[in-house]
């Protein structure tokens, strides 16, 4: 299959791609620079020939985005408007890369794929645009939402949390927030699945199954570390005010999946036993 992967400069498309040449698949990576998805021209000649388009680039700047939400608006949206007009007149299916953020983080138990979508910060608002954008502009679609994401090739929770614990020796972090800790090589073999899978268009998670707080996932970060995970000491998000609120339950279905006959993304304990000596050291 050919591919474009836009935004492949990200944490996300920096293990995308190499997963892709990796199994035969001809890849055009274009980062933020060869590629200005606010450029409908440009998009539309980089799609041509394509069998297969996938969004990788976004405006992840939470916080930032509670002031600048015309400038999310325009890469979380637009951009992806661009993308899915030139890729339903090219005739490729188009995947785009979404969030737990379109949901208010209010659920008890894990949100369905078709759950009603209620984001509360400008960054939810503004992933939730480029998902109806995407619906709307090419019926050929995968919306994948993930969540909790950590790799190599950028800043993550984990690197952090692990250079934190070294400069500090002790560290507090939120316990009552819940999601789905998810590495970046499993959502890129995800996606990858999904397409030569020919999963039927639609909505889908892909995060790590299972669930945990950041508590409990800096816990294991800090041991991977080769630190004494007591170091690090629960709180609660009053403690850690932001701009930009935070969804306390973002746990994600994979209802979709199963039904497409797709198997999800593992145990995230699982995975994170797998990804930690890559993710830390890179």
Not at 73 to 101: E, I, K, M, Q
Request: a negative charge; one cysteine or more.
């Amino acid at each position: 299959m050919r591919w474009l992967v836009a935004g492949a400069g990200g944490m996300l498309g920096r293990d995308l791609v190499p997963l892709l040449v990796a199994r035969g698949h001809d890849v055009d990576a274009r980062d933020r620079a060869g590629l200005d998805v606010l450029d409908p021209d440009a998009v539309s000649q980089a799609v041509a020939g394509r069998d297969v388009v996938v969004n990788c680039a976004a405006y992840t700047a939470v916080d930032a985005a509670e002031e600048h939400e015309a400038d999310a608006f325009a890469v979380n949206a637009l951009g992806p408007a661009n993308l899915a007009r030139a890729a339903a007149a090219a005739g490729a299916r188009v995947v785009h890369v979404s969030t737990d953020y379109v949901f208010d983080g209010a659920a008890q138990t894990p949100y369905a794929e078709d759950a009603p979508i209620a984001p509360r910060s400008a960054y939810g608002r503004t992933k939730a645009a480029g998902e109806w954008a995407v619906r709307a502009h090419a019926a050929d679609h995968l919306v994948v939402r993930t969540a909790w994401l950590y790799g190599a090739h950028g800043a993550c929770f984990p690197r952090t949390i692990a250079r934190v614990a070294r400069e500090r020796g002790a560290l507090d972090v939120v316990a009552d927030q819940v999601g789905q800790p998810t590495w970046t090589q499993d959502l890129a073999d995800l996606i990858e699945r999904l397409v030569t899978g020919g999963a039927p268009s639609g909505t889908y998670h892909g995060t790590s199954s299972g669930s945990a707080s950041w508590w409990e996932f800096a816990r294991h970060v800090v041991a991977s570390a080769g630190l004494d995970p007591e170091i690090v000491r629960p709180t609660t998000s009053e403690a850690f005010v932001r701009p930009a609120p935070r969804p306390a339950y973002s746990v994600l279905g994979h209802g979709a999946l199963a039904r497409a006959g797709v198997p999800a993304v593992g145990d995230w304990e699982d995975r994170w036993a797998q990804a930690a000596d890559e993710v830390l050291a890179g």
